[in-house]
């Protein structure tokens, strides 16, 4: 594979120096806690001692040193803008390898929030209340992320908002060393910020950096295994490492993966569509255009989408576990749920995949959310005291039901949004699914204290899911059926010359005018 040009990071000098200015603060964290095995492992006692300070102002530095090193300099004219590397099949298997390991590591943060809380909760001394901002905290953060994350891969491009998350990443990790909670919440929130950040501009570079055709079917893969991958690999090493050093380990042991992945960056480069666009493209497209016509409509279909999957996601589902088991001998524990659910993904996410590229995108986005709707309202009916075949094949078509949604809507959003817009739709759709987590529990927990309890609670869910699948059934944008026209077959042509290492032409004769992207193509 030939190499990557160096003007891929715009100063590469600057951009390592960066890293290893914050790898020496984070390594500096990482001796204190290997120091703390005298006091098993607690360092709530320790206090923030003058080095630990030296070490956190080094990382600060240091990831601002080379987050400043890969965004192209403010005067960069459009000749300054790398050109676009002629991409093989074999550098599109590497770019999907990377970014699945991106995703899976992005994926793992989150994730590690369940299985820290009992020992954080243990070694603060904090009540049920105050470790419940752990969670708000970072899921706020994955808001901010997303939102943040989405709108820079549309202003300084994919490959540098990428590279930007990676680096937030290898610099929280000191939250395993934090010796307050405060401390520990301010990590979180930072960190929650990164992966917000990460997932929106992955599907934007995967959609234009492989060829029209099965590159749907790829995504939907890539999005539901990656979330199973990275809530495995975060249980794996908590059943080995916990036991041994305690809940602080989690996360100097992603140290290693971040490491790769920052080394893996010369096999991200940036979209060959993106950079023409960059060249050609005389202004800058306000992130307002998602709520202006003709994008409207998507950006409500996607948001009522992705908003009802957090209110089931983050809100009815955080409280099942706890239900069922309060249910007596018909109960399950919550690690079986957990399990059921990640195992479900994997066959889940094949059959969407597979729907989404042979019959229809719009079409399988509904199938899931009906299935979702359907399982809630057999809740609804049986209750928690209900038959356990029947509970059981319910829950299975819920966990079935969501891990389909979430794996279809990231996506979805990215192939029928304009190239000048998509990462900022990313980002917004990743919001507001993310948002459920700040207001879905509290709602549902109001819920459940009112009469009816958990059947009322699984109405309430269902309704907003239901709206928001006959909202994609009939006002939703197909994919498939929008690259028939013939604009968008030419773009789609367009992208594959890219792709393929070819020319884009200088000039577009076509006289359509182009739909408020303002990147010159036409909105699918």
């Not at 360092?43 to 987050?67: D, P, Y």
């Not at 993106?274 to 996607?302: C, D, E, H, I, W």
């Not at 030419?490 to 200088?506: M, V």
């Amino acid at each position: 594979m030939p190499a990557q040009p160096a003007s891929l990071i715009p100063r590469p000098t600057l951009f390592w120096t960066g890293v290893a200015l914050t790898c020496a603060g984070v390594g500096q964290h990482v001796w204190m806690f290997v120091d703390s095995a005298s006091m098993d492992f607690h360092m709530a006692m320790m206090g923030m001692s003058g080095v630990m300070w030296a070490a956190m102002a080094a990382i600060v530095v240091g990831v601002l040193l080379s987050g400043f090193a890969v965004v192209q300099p403010p005067g960069a004219g459009p000749a300054a803008t790398p050109a676009p590397a002629r991409t093989t099949r074999a550098n599109r298997r590497s770019l999907i390898a990377v970014l699945s390991f991106a995703l899976m590591v992005d994926q793992m943060k989150p994730a590690t929030l369940a299985f820290i809380q009992p020992g954080m909760r243990a070694e603060f001394h904090l009540s049920a209340a105050e470790i419940s901002w752990l969670p708000t905290v970072a899921l706020s953060g994955t808001v901010v992320g997303s939102l943040v994350g989405g709108r820079a891969a549309d202003r300084i491009g994919r490959r540098a908002t990428v590279l930007i998350a990676s680096l937030l990443f290898l610099g929280t990790t000191v939250c395993g060393a934090m010796p307050t909670y405060g401390g520990i919440l301010v990590m979180c929130a930072l960190m929650g910020m990164a992966a917000g950040g990460m997932l929106p501009v992955v599907y934007a570079l995967m959609t234009e950096s492989l060829p029209p055709g099965r590159r749907a079917a790829v995504m939907v893969l890539q999005a539901g295994l990656t979330t199973t991958g990275g809530y495995m690999a975060a249980a794996g090493l908590a059943a080995v490492l916990i036991p041994l050093t305690g809940w602080r380990v989690l996360w100097f042991a992603q140290l290693p993966l971040v490491l790769i992945l920052i080394a893996l960056n010369r096999w991200i480069p940036e979209s060959a569509a993106f950079t023409a666009a960059r060249r050609s493209q005389a202004g800058r497209v306000p992130a307002s255009t998602l709520f202006k016509r003709p994008q409207t409509a998507k950006t409500l279909v996607v948001s009522g989408y992705a908003l009802a999957w957090g209110l089931v996601y983050w809100g009815f589902i955080t409280f099942l576990p706890s239900q069922l088991e309060a249910s007596g001998e018909k109960g399950m524990s919550a690690a079986t749920l957990l399990f059921i659910s990640s195992l479900l993904s994997i066959p889940t996410c094949v059959v969407a995949a597979w729907l989404y590229m042979r019959w229809s995108a719009k079409g399988t986005m509904v199938v899931y959310a009906a299935l979702t709707v359907a399982a809630l309202l057999v809740l609804a009916a049986v209750g928690m005291d209900g038959s356990r075949p029947v509970l059981l094949t319910a829950v299975i078509l819920l966990f079935a039901g969501t891990a389909g949604v979430i794996a279809l809507i990231g996506p979805y959003t990215a192939e029928i949004y304009p190239m000048a817009i998509r990462g900022t739709a990313g980002g917004w759709a990743a919001a507001v699914g993310k948002s459920g987590g700040a207001f879905g529990p509290p709602l549902i927990a109001l819920v459940l204290s009112a009469p009816g309890g958990m059947r009322t609670a699984a109405v309430l869910a269902a309704l907003p899911m239901a709206v928001a699948g006959g909202a994609v059934a009939f006002r939703g944008s197909d994919p498939g059926a929008a690259a028939q026209r013939p604009e968008d077959a030419r773009l789609n042509a367009e992208l594959d010359d890219l792709i393929r290492g070819e020319a884009l032409p200088a000039e577009r004769t076509t006289p359509t005018a182009p739909a408020a992207g303002g990147d010159g193509t036409a909105a699918p």
